[in-house]
């Protein structure tokens, strides 16, 4: 049986702001993961390239295919997909260059 969405997008949030410390030196906010949902990531195996929320064409690393109605992730955001719920066996990470809300399902690339 084939199984559309076998993988989990994750965003991770920091829980703080950044600070600095008495000796000048900056300190960075803890950060935690947040299960967007199932996903289907497919590795960018051509080269292709896409217009990313900035006008330039860049390569994405990963298409990552979600259910219609998830959640949009704010460009920028740091994601990554594993294979299993807990987020422990990861496939691919990086950050959100566009995403995109179709009809039958939403998109993002990494």
């Given at each position: 049986?084939?199984?559309?969405?076998?993988?989990?997008?994750?965003?991770?949030?920091?829980?703080?702001?950044?600070?600095?410390?008495?000796?000048?030196?900056?300190?960075?906010?803890?950060?935690?993961?947040?299960?967007?949902?199932?996903?289907?990531?497919e590795?960018?195996?051509?080269?292709?390239?896409?217009?990313?929320?900035d006008?330039?064409?860049?390569?994405?690393?990963?298409?990552?295919?979600?259910?219609?109605g998830?959640t949009?992730?704010?460009?920028?955001?740091?994601?990554?997909?594993?294979?299993?719920?807990?987020?422990?066996?990861?496939?691919?990470?990086?950050?959100?260059?566009?995403?995109?809300?179709?009809?039958?399902?939403?998109?993002?690339?990494?």
């Amino acid at each position: 049986m084939v199984t559309q969405y076998p993988h989990y997008l994750f965003v991770v949030n920091p829980t703080g702001a950044a600070t600095q410390d008495e000796n000048g030196e900056w300190i960075t906010p803890a950060t935690e993961k947040v299960l967007v949902g199932a996903c289907r990531e497919e590795t960018n195996g051509r080269g292709s390239q896409i217009n990313a929320a900035d006008g330039t064409f860049v390569t994405f690393q990963s298409l990552i295919q979600l259910p219609v109605g998830t959640t949009p992730v704010a460009v920028g955001s740091k994601v990554f997909v594993t294979n299993d719920a807990a987020g422990l066996d990861v496939r691919v990470s990086g950050v959100c260059m566009k995403f995109d809300v179709g009809q039958l399902h939403c998109r993002l690339w990494v």
